[in-house]
């Protein structure tokens, strides 16, 4: 609904409607307290939703995020969400980018064709088994990890006490992840293919010295305790409505439309049209430099005034397909290629070649990017008709895509050429061109658009097109941190005690995991008088 202006108070208001406002807002609003969410669209879920982008088609698509790793059962346990995860049989595919007739399939449920794959594009099994010792060696850091996520911050040194593998501790939190990358396996193709979870949405070489892509890393493979990426049982969409019911049904207030201009530390938000809302505690689901703007804008101190811009580093491309393309290797079906993560030029030295190019600000040839087609886990994005004929989502991602490549520059170009390099990428192993096999829309279009970071900046108010908000952090204190209030514990603190952080941008945030909004609002209750 569009507001009113007007004067209202709640114990708590909570700035931007994205997934993170919504877990906050039911968790507060079930404890009884008075809570209301202000999302500037006009719609709740920010990047977590499904849309329908070509008109008369009947696909609903996660047009933004698209995958859930980090959500626990627990916030879906407590706040009685109907969401049902699948998990994916196939890990992964990856064609040789030297050989593409021969590729490297990860099966979950047969091993033994896994390391024949293996053997197939290395000349033996005993990358499978390096593979296979790599995961087990990573587990330990999954299991203590992911239980901590909703608790209060633990202390660096603790977490490494218990972990009890100070190899494994340097390896993974103290050296650049390339180090351990080449140390475990022999081959570029296998590198390369442990070396891109530490490169979604991040820029970042195999070797930087800052362990950006250590930290991407850790929250990639530490997901449900295990690291597998599930499928959303009706997309994205689906968990955004559930977790709006969870928060409407406990007495949230959700007010779509409803843009906030200014923030003060002492609760007071300004809204566009002249409205006020009062709050004891303002929770922010927006980026860190969007909160600094709103509260320099309210005269206050911005929180973050004096850090580097955030900067995405992804191209996210939607497809239909009125068929899955052949694959140039005949000893993989695609309906198994393309039902895990279809890895595309993401060998390790080309991952590496890529950060380089667009240092240079070159867009890298060939792009990488891996590929999603969550028709073939969930057919129920599709419409009856289409699922009959034979259709199926694709979902390319492009890494080593940083925002300085768009930012800038005319937008229809530079996504044009984007997609024409994606395009080119994936064709690279395809049998066909993807082009052919591209589903028409009734007015004729063919069913594919290109989303860049300056996309997401524009439309979700994303500063730089990033997707974490930010610099992901450690999921622990430093040792010598101050942990003396509500807010510091549970990593949601800001420098101002009324204004905490909920969304991708606390301590523990990034990805469609709640974590944020989770621990945004037990703070949020410790703070609150009783």
Known sequence: MVAAARSSRYDVAIVGGGHNALVAAAYLARAGRSVVVLERLDHVGGAAVSERPWEGVDARLSRYSYLVSLLPQGIIDDLGLDIRLLRRRYSSYTPDPAAPPRGILIDTADAAATADSFARVTGSTGEATRFGDFSDRIEPVARLLFPSMTQPLRREGEVRAELGDDRLWSDLFERPLGDV???????????????????????????????????????????????????????????????????????????????????????????????????????????????????????????????????????????????????????????????????????????????????????????????????????????????????????????????????????DAARAALLDAAQRSLDAVLAEPIADCLYEAPDGTLCVEARTTADLEHSLGMVGGDIFHGPLSWPWAGDDEPLDTPAARWGVATQHPTVLMCGSGARRGGAVSGLGGHNAAMAALELLPR
């Open 181 to 411: 990358i080449r140390s475990s396996f022999d081959t570029d193709i296998a590198r390369g293919i442990a070396l891109t979870d530490g490169l979604i949405g991040t820029f970042a070489s195999a070797d930087d010295e800052s362990l950006r892509q250590n930290r991407c890393f850790l929250y990639h493979v530490i997901g449900g305790g295990t690291g597998h990426w599930d499928v959303p049982v009706g997309g994205m969409g689906r968990v955004t409505a559930e977790l709006s019911r969870a928060a409407t049904e406990a007495g949230a207030e959700l007010r779509t439309e409803t843009e906030v201009t200014a923030v003060t530390p002492d609760g007071e938000i300004t809204l566009a049209g002249g409205g006020v809302v009062h709050a004891q505690l303002v929770l922010s689901g927006v980026g860190p430099a969007v909160l600094s703007r709103l509260l320099a804008a309210g005269g206050a101190d911005a929180p973050l005034a004096d850090a580097p811009a955030p900067e995405g580093a992804q191209l996210k491309v939607n497809m239909l397909l009125k068929r899955l393309p052949r694959l140039r290797d005949d000893s993989v079906a695609p309906e198994a290629a393309f039902a895990g993560t279809f890895h595309v030029n993401e060998t390790m030295t080309q991952l590496d070649d890529a950060y380089r190019a667009a240092v240079g600000g070159s867009i890298p040839d060939p792009l990488p990017a891996e590929i999603y087609c969550h028709s073939l886990t969930d057919p129920t994005i599709l419409g009856p008709e289409l699922r009959a004929s034979g259709a199926h989502t694709l979902t390319l991602f492009g890494l080593q895509v940083p925002h300085r490549l768009v930012d800038g520059r005319d937008t």
